[in-house]
């Protein structure tokens, strides 16, 4: 067979084509007469968020990055730009790159090829979210891509994941640590894929709302007649709104969004049902849902009606029973403002036995409250007014006279009245009264009182009042001592009370003395109604003992 000239021309030209493209070739990436040569490098893999670059080059004057996708160069002109791949570099996951290098108008190019990996995505797409108590939690618009490895943790929660390696697992709160907080965080680490080998975190925050709950402090609630009910021991929690609502009863709630509202009854329909109704109903907290409905009683009861009894007088030493007249009860108590005592305050009708400051006082106030139902109640007082006597027996002559009878108030003209034809002088401290020549200096009595007397005859004076006051002070030096008690008190309170500041006691009109420096002690006790004469080395206060 002959040669086809045509087939054979077509293999020289083909020959010296490749051999032209081989020389050009060469000479695009290596200039013999300048000696300029460039190299972009290997073909690589990069992550997409950034592709480091390393070219070569040699003998140029500049260079410069180009590509054929839709990224950006942080710096074009220089070997080791930085490429940022565009939305068409990644979706087609690769890109070519071209260094050109320049010198002495002859230009030399290199093209390096780069696969893109995607990098890893970690994106809960939630800030905070909010769950019931109780309820699970499920990440499903958790958004985690291009992964080697996923990890969920919570740094302050107790609860557990289904899978902690998982893209979208659910979360178990635990009620003990977690409800306690309100809110926890919630955390998720991805690992990226060679050649993205780094990790992306995200957190959120994960609340949780109390189901709804109410105590409407106990089933039945008890009040009387005349009166509202305030359910001051209702509580709430986890709710968004609440209503009070009557169900059987006519009235109506005051403040009936209020978990402690106040029902105000019908009378006419109210109390003759004896007890009737009431609703509280409750809406939970988003996203918890469900309204809840809770029911109690309320009871109605008349008001007791009392009179403690009339206003009374008894003397010192006696005792009150007073006659009070009560209603619509189930007990009573009795109380006393001042210190006596009842031998039964539960009784209708106690003793009563006063004690030593309400002697004093001259009066005491005695209460009594009745109750009905445990919450119903009704109080009254009345006054007993306790008034002392005294007899005070002054012989003739020369006598010291004291009284345990508050005189406070009274003149010493009041006082003496009842023998004032008897009466011939009377002396305390300074001053003095001697009606005889019209000279009274008498004119402030203290209390307790005590004067130095002279009578004409024997007599006998009446007191009447408040028990005195048993405490007396004494001046440095001579003074009167009265006793304002109405029992005998040995000489011995004194030496104890006193110890080495008294000096001695003497009786007025009598020769009994109390000398503690001679060791005499021929006075033994200090009478009721008498005065004697006392000297102190200091001001001192004595106070006498109550009777018994």
């Keep these: 067979m002959k040669p086809n000239p045509y087939n054979y021309f077509m293999n020289i030209l083909s020959s010296l084509t490749l051999l032209l493209f081989s020389v050009l070739l060469i000479n695009n990436s290596s200039y013999a007469q300048t000696g300029l040569t460039v190299n972009a490098g290997a073909d690589f893999a990069a992550c997409e968020n950034a592709i480091y670059l390393n070219g070569t080059?040699?003998?140029?004057?500049?260079?410069?990055?180009?590509?054929?996708?839709?990224?950006?160069?942080?710096?074009?002109?220089?070997?080791?730009?930085?490429?940022?791949?565009?939305?068409?570099?990644?979706?087609?996951?690769?890109?070519?790159?071209?260094?050109?290098?320049?010198?002495?108008?002859?230009?030399?190019t290199d093209r390096v090829d780069v696969s893109i990996s995607l990098a890893p995505v970690a994106n809960i797409n939630v800030d905070q979210a909010t769950i019931c108590y109780f309820d699970a939690y499920t990440f499903e618009d958790a958004e985690i891509l291009n992964y080697s490895a996923i990890q969920w943790f919570t740094a302050n929660g107790g609860g557990n994941f289904s899978d902690e390696n998982i893209p979208n697992p659910t979360y178990f709160p635990s009620s003990?640590?977690?409800?306690?907080?309100?809110?926890?965080?919630?955390?998720?680490?991805?690992?990226?894929?060679?050649?993205c080998e780094f990790y992306v975190e995200d957190t959120m925050e994960l609340c949780f709302a109390p189901n709804p709950q109410v105590?409407?402090?106990g089933d039945t609630h008890y009040?009387?007649?005349?009166?509202?009910?305030?359910?001051?021991?209702?509580?709430?929690?986890?709710?968004?709104?609440?209503?009070?609502?009557?169900?059987?009863?006519?009235?109506?709630?005051?403040?009936?969004?209020d978990i402690n509202a106040t029902y105000v009854p019908d009378p006419e329909y109210d109390y003759p049902q004896g007890?009737?109704?009431v609703m509280l109903m409750a809406e939970p907290i988003s996203p918890c849902t469900g309204s809840i409905e809770e029911y109690a009683q309320i009871c109605f009861s008349p008001t007791p009606e009392v009179d403690a009894g009339n206003d009374d007088i008894i003397?010192?030493?006696?005792?009150f029973s007073p006659s009070p007249v009560v209603s619509d009860y189930d007990n009573v108590l009795w109380e006393t403002s001042g210190d006596g005592t009842f031998d039964n305050e539960t009784q209708l009708s106690p003793t009563y036995t006063p004690g030593t400051a309400d002697k004093e006082n001259g009066m005491v106030t005695l209460s009594i409250t009745a109750y009905l139902g445990g919450t119903c109640s009704a109080s009254d007082d009345l006054i007993l007014t306790i008034v002392t006597q005294q007899q005070i027996d002054i012989p003739e002559g020369w006598s010291g006279i004291s009284t345990f009878v508050n005189t406070e108030g009274l003149s010493f003209e009041e006082i003496i009245a009842p023998i004032a034809d008897k009466l011939v002088y009377a002396q305390n401290k300074l001053q003095f009264y001697w009606p005889e020549?019209?000279?009274?200096?008498?004119?402030?009595?203290?209390?307790?009182?005590?004067?130095?007397?002279?009578?004409n005859t024997a007599a006998t004076l009446p007191l009447a009042g408040s028990a005195s006051t048993r405490i007396v002070n004494l001046p440095a030096g001579w003074s009167l001592l009265p006793v304002p008690v109405?029992?005998?008190?040995?000489?011995?309170?004194?030496?104890?009370?006193?110890?080495?500041?008294?000096?001695?006691v003497s009786e007025i009109g009598g020769e009994n003395i109390i000398w503690p420096a001679g060791n005499i002690f021929t006075l033994t006790e200090l009478i009721p109604g008498k005065a004697y004469m006392i000297k102190v080395v200091d001001a001192a206060q004595l106070g006498f003992p109550a009777c018994e």
């Design 176 to 195: 003990f640590v977690d409800y306690a907080q309100g809110c926890i965080l919630i955390n998720v680490l991805v690992q990226g894929v060679d050649p």
């Design 437 to 455: 020549y019209g000279i009274n200096t008498l004119q402030e009595v203290v209390n307790p009182g005590a004067f130095k007397v002279y009578l």
């Design 57 to 108: 080059a040699e003998n140029y004057e500049s260079v410069l990055w180009s590509t054929n996708g839709d990224g950006t160069f942080d710096d074009a002109g220089i070997l080791t730009a930085q490429y940022f791949p565009g939305e068409n570099d990644v979706m087609l996951t690769q890109v070519e790159l071209c260094l050109a290098a320049f010198a002495g108008g002859e230009q030399l």
């Design 315 to 319: 003397f010192a030493g006696q005792t």
């Design 215 to 217: 105590d409407l402090g």
């Design 275 to 277: 007890c009737i109704f």
């Design 486 to 504: 109405s029992c005998p008190v040995p000489y011995q309170e004194l030496i104890d009370q006193l110890s080495s500041n008294l000096i001695i």
């Design 223 to 257: 009040t009387c007649y005349d009166e509202n009910y305030t359910f001051e021991d209702a509580t709430a929690s986890g709710t968004s709104f609440i209503q009070w609502l009557p169900v059987t009863g006519g009235g109506y709630f005051e403040n009936a969004n």
